[in-house]
């Protein structure tokens, strides 16, 4: 027995070195705003992403930035604002007193060619052969601003034309709306490129009408009460996973994936029939893997050898 117990851990642990590259991670990354690192995400394995957009200051942006003056500055709650930095920043006041990246170096990288064999369609290497989901949340209330809508249709457009595998999400769903509700009176080639996009919406356990796709998402701690009271039927529609945010430590990670992956919750009449889940957070994606995928290491081992051997009968 403790022979068969020692090969199957050395048989995960060979696992977890050979197909970290490989694995479709189980999280989303929180906050990866310094692209240098969101690339080595990427790299790793990681395809689901939160990245902050924050207004900034002209001063910020002469200072702190690559700001390359493509658009004008707009003035906007009592600040002149130049640029559209990646920070999760929601102070009153837009300003940023260390180096970040902005938008502009966001759609350079997406419009660049070295990266292709992560996410370009038909040139992928096969460990990168996923779509990458790359959720848009934005820190300040002006949705049809100059700079944001120049971002908007520059992101979407870039996406399109050069056929990467990159799918747009939003928490900040008016972003998209306001330009929906805009284009049913007049609005530009631009605004109508936006209100027509694919972009997936964020929801929590209310499903807001419409036709766009939605993504379950909600507050980590909530998933013990829909395992007990059931999961809502509308995310069935999109075969998405669902999102629960934002655990931050390793015991908070287990309590997630044990309450997910227990028996008791996927009863028939709870309704969840969705195997695939992410956790988001701002932790690194090798403790995420490692935790999930000795986690559920774990339970199989205990289950198979439950009904197998009398020794584990006891657990």
Not at 281 to 291: D, G, K, W
Request: aromatic letters at 18%; charged letters at 20%; hydrophobic letters at 35%.
């Amino acid at each position: 027995m403790k022979i068969i117990i020692i090969i199957f851990f050395l048989s995960c642990s060979l696992l977890l070195t050979s197909c970290y590259h490989y694995s479709n991670l189980s999280y989303q990354a929180h906050g990866f705003n310094d692209l240098d690192y969101f690339m080595q995400q990427m790299i790793k394995g990681t395809n689901y992403f939160k990245i902050d957009v924050s207004q900034a200051t002209s001063t910020s942006c002469e200072s702190h930035s690559t700001w390359d003056y493509v658009n004008e500055c707009e003035y906007l709650d009592y600040f002149t604002i130049c640029c559209l930095g990646l920070r999760g920043d929601t102070a009153s006041a837009p300003i940023f007193n260390e180096p970040f990246n902005t938008t502009s170096d966001l759609l350079r990288l997406l419009n660049n060619s070295k990266y292709d064999f992560i996410w370009k369609k038909g040139v992928q290497l096969a460990q990168y052969n996923y779509t990458k989901y790359i959720a848009m949340n934005f820190q300040y209330q002006h949705s049809l601003s100059s700079l944001t809508k120049y971002f908007l249709f520059e992101l979407l457009h870039i996406i399109e034309v050069r056929s990467l595998n990159i799918q747009i999400m939003t928490g900040s769903n008016d972003f998209i709306t306001k330009y929906e509700e805009k284009c049913t009176v007049k609005c530009d080639f631009m605004e109508k490129y936006i209100a027509d996009s694919n972009v997936i919406f964020q929801s929590d356990e209310y499903n807001i009408s419409g036709n766009r796709i939605r993504n379950f998402n909600v507050d980590y701690q909530k998933i013990e009460s829909y395992c007990l009271n059931g999961f809502p039927v509308w995310p069935d529609n999109f075969g998405l996973p669902y999102f629960f945010w934002e655990p931050s430590s390793e015991d908070s990670i287990k309590y997630v994936l044990n309450a997910f992956r227990n028996e008791s919750c996927k009863k028939t009449e709870l309704h969840n029939k969705n195997d695939d889940m992410k956790i988001t957070s701002n932790l690194e994606p090798e403790m995420i893997e490692v935790i999930s995928m000795v986690f559920f290491f774990l339970i199989y081992f205990i289950r198979y050898f439950r009904n197998h051997s009398t020794i584990l009968r006891k657990f």
